[in-house]
């Protein structure tokens, strides 16, 4: 094996031009398939972020049947929240915070929308959403607050600005209309325009007067450290609150869920479209080589080589071609998508559609090895089939007809 690897090398490079171009070949289709699932991984990861970071946390805790059918009535105890303390303590990086929410209108001078009010505790709820961190005019909330933190969205729907006030009506807990005015403190931007034009936030004190429930909430979010924890802390939480509905991220996304599965078989679909024309390419160049070195076959099949020796020969010089295309593809892929993780690819041209998608207008490709290895392997396995018939071709030369082609 060793003879017929130095072989299979040297005759890599009897045609450079030739091999450069098999390596070229190989390595585009590598860096386009690399690139391609990174982004796509990325803008998948991004809406997965959104989901937990805007829409409930790793895993949200409501009365039964809140989720389907949100009520101000069907609310939890606020003790529920030092329960679920208890549960999830000990895990580092994990954050628990209550809200108390419910639908109304917001009202300006010449406008009016549909909004969900939801009452926070400031403190808490900057650790289990980014909104703290979104907010670009004004500040965020503060415990006794008596304004108002509204997206920017929602703000140029309504014509407001900074500073102004807003009417807020909803049906308090005796289903009366409760209205209140309170003044814009803040602006956010999270990047998902229709959560921006749909949620507004208040303190849990201003919520609580507004709403007429002294005691209570409608919601827990829960953020972990880690979402490998999700599932087993969200089923410790079952057992431990039978009385209270527990839900990860997936069981409220389930389209997003399913997108991911989506992602998943067109990383696949991707690899196995690229990899067959690199396959075709791989067929008709070594054909060519076979019938160039038609004569020298002929003499190693004469000297006795066996034709099962060829056919190996020929399918290392495949091996090696592409392995070199492979790392090209992999180098070339590194110094650009390295750049990328850094720095982010930048379509805020198209921002506006994307954060309608609840994403922002800048993406970081994400490396998943799931989707990279069985790729690498596919490949692999893809130039082995490509080059049999090739191979099998240069064995079944007859040894005396060989010698004598031109």
């Known amino acids: 094996m060793k003879l017929e690897a130095r072989i299979a090398w040297r005759s890599i490079w009897r045609q450079p031009r030739r091999s450069a171009v098999l390596m070229g070949a190989v390595a585009v289709a590598v860096f386009t398939w690399v690139g391609s699932t990174a982004f796509t991984d990325g803008f998948g990861a991004q809406m997965v972020q959104s989901a937990v970071n805007l829409q409930g946390g790793h895993i949200q805790v409501n009365a039964p049947g809140y989720f389907t059918n949100p009520s101000l009535r069907v609310r939890m105890d606020t003790s529920i929240v030092n329960r679920i303390r208890t549960v999830t303590g000990q895990q580092a990086g994990t954050h628990v915070a209550g809200q108390l929410s419910n639908t109304g209108m917001a009202n300006a001078p010449a406008q009016s929308a549909a909004i969900t009010v939801t009452g926070v505790v400031p403190a808490e709820e900057s650790l289990v959403t980014t909104i703290a961190s979104n907010v670009e005019e004004g500040r965020y909330l503060t415990d006794d607050d008596d304004g108002v933190l509204i997206g920017a969205e929602l703000a140029d729907d309504l014509g407001l600005r900074l500073g102004e006030k807003l009417v807020i009506m909803v049906n308090n807990d005796e289903t009366e209309v409760s209205a209140a005015a309170y003044r814009i403190v803040g602006l956010y931007r999270s990047g998902n325009a229709p959560f921006d034009r749909m949620h507004v936030f208040i303190s849990m004190g201003a919520a609580r007067a507004l709403l007429g429930v002294p005691n209570g909430l409608t919601t827990v979010t829960i953020v972990l450290g880690d979402d490998a924890q999700t599932v087993n ?160 071709r240069a064995s079944r030369f007859k040894p005396v007809e060989a010698m004598q082609h031109d």
């Not at 390295?338 to 379509?347: A, K, M, T």
């Open 233 to 392: 802390t969200a089923e410790n939480l079952r057992n431990a609150l039978p009385e209270a509905e527990v839900l990860t991220w997936r069981e409220r996304n389930p389209m997003l869920e399913m997108m991911e599965e989506a992602y998943d078989y067109s990383a696949l679909l991707t690899a196995i479209i690229l990899f067959i024309a690199v396959g075709f390419i791989l067929v008709n160049s070594f054909l060519m080589v076979i019938f160039e070195r038609i004569k020298e076959f002929g003499v190693m099949l004469a000297a006795g080589t066996k034709p099962a020796v060829i056919r190996r020969m020929l399918v290392l010089e495949a091996l090696m071609t592409s392995l070199m295309g492979l790392a090209g593809g992999l180098a070339l892929s590194a110094v650009l998508l390295g750049f990328w993780f850094r720095n982010g690819l930048d379509l805020s041209r198209f921002a506006s559609g994307l954060s309608e998608f609840g994403m922002d207008s800048v993406v970081y490709p994400v490396l998943d090895a799931s989707h990279l290895l069985p790729g690498i392997a596919l490949i692999l396995v893809m130039v082995v089939l490509a080059v049999q018939y090739p191979a099998w």
